[in-house]
C-alpha cells in the first residue's frame, strides 16, 4: 500500500516562506511524474508545479519565479519551496504523482496540507 503524506504547511506573513514535504511510502519502485495542486476557497483544485524523473519542472505562471520544486529519489519524497508568499497562496496544497509498483503504476494522492498567508 503506498501512501502520500504532506507536512510543512501553515500560517505565514505576506512575504514569507515555507518549504512543503511530500513523502511516498510502501512497496515503491520508482516516482515518476511528482506534482503539486492547490485548492483555494470556493476554487477548483489546480495545478501548481510538476517534476520529471529526469528531473524537469513546470510551473503554473501565477508561481514562477518564486516556487521551486524539487524531488529526493533516494527519501521518495518531493518538496515544493514557496517564496514571496501572498495572501492569494492560501489554499489546501496536496501532491499527487505516478508511483511504479511491483503491481504496476498508478496514481496517488495525499490528503493536503493547509497553507495560509495572512498577516
Known amino acids: 500500500q503506498v501512501q502520500l503524506v504532506e507536512s510543512g504547511g501553515g500560517l505565514v506573513q505576506p512575504g514569507g516562506s515555507l518549504r512543503l514535504s511530500c513523502g511516498a511510502s510502501g512497496s515503491i519502485l520508482s516516482i515518476n511524474r511528482a506534482n503539486w495542486y492547490r485548492q483555494g476557497p470556493g476554487k477548483q483544485r489546480d495545478l501548481v508545479a510538476a517534476?520529471?524523473?529526469?528531473?524537469?519542472?513546470n510551473y503554473a505562471d501565477a508561481v514562477k519565479g518564486r516556487f521551486t520544486i524539487s524531488r529526493d529519489g533516494g527519501k521518495n519524497t518531493v518538496y515544493l519551496q514557496m517564496n514571496s508568499l501572498k495572501p492569494e497562496d492560501t489554499a489546501v496544497y496536496y501532491c499527487?504523482?505516478?508511483?511504479?509498483?511491483?503491481?504496476?503504476?498508478?496514481?496517488?494522492w495525499g490528503r493536503g496540507t493547509q497553507v495560509t498567508v495572512s498577516s
Open positions: 499527487n504523482a505516478l508511483i511504479f509498483t511491483g503491481a504496476g503504476q498508478n496514481i496517488y
Open positions: 517534476i520529471t524523473s529526469g528531473g524537469s519542472t
